[in-house]
């Protein structure tokens, strides 16, 4: 989508389209699903818990960064990811506002 073209949307729209653009990707789910299952924040190797190649993975981390959903700390050589509690907790919200107020009437 164009930038002119989303500002006839609503910051919710826009915001809303942002997140699931970022989630749409099923390696971004198992990155995150890795992640969440961990007890603390993660510094060890997401390649070979996902199985794609660093660059790919980088470049879901960077993504899901970008939204906010995850925090990264640089120590060393590492980075060390964890989920954006604050975050995770209102696009939780967010979607479920989107869904209760979307009314399904069908033929």
Known sequence: M?????????DRQNELAQIFRV???PARIAILEYISEQ??????DIVSEVGLAQPTISQHLKELKS????QGEIEGKKVCYCLNA????SVQEGLND?????SINCC
């Open 67 to 70: 939204i906010g959903l995850i």
């Open 98 to 102: 989107f869904f209760d107020q979307t």
């Open 39 to 44: 007890k603390s924040c993660i510094c060890k």
């Open 23 to 25: 989630l749409a990707h």
């Open 2 to 10: 164009g930038l002119t073209k989303s500002q006839i949307f609503s």
């Open 86 to 89: 604050d975050k995770w907790k």
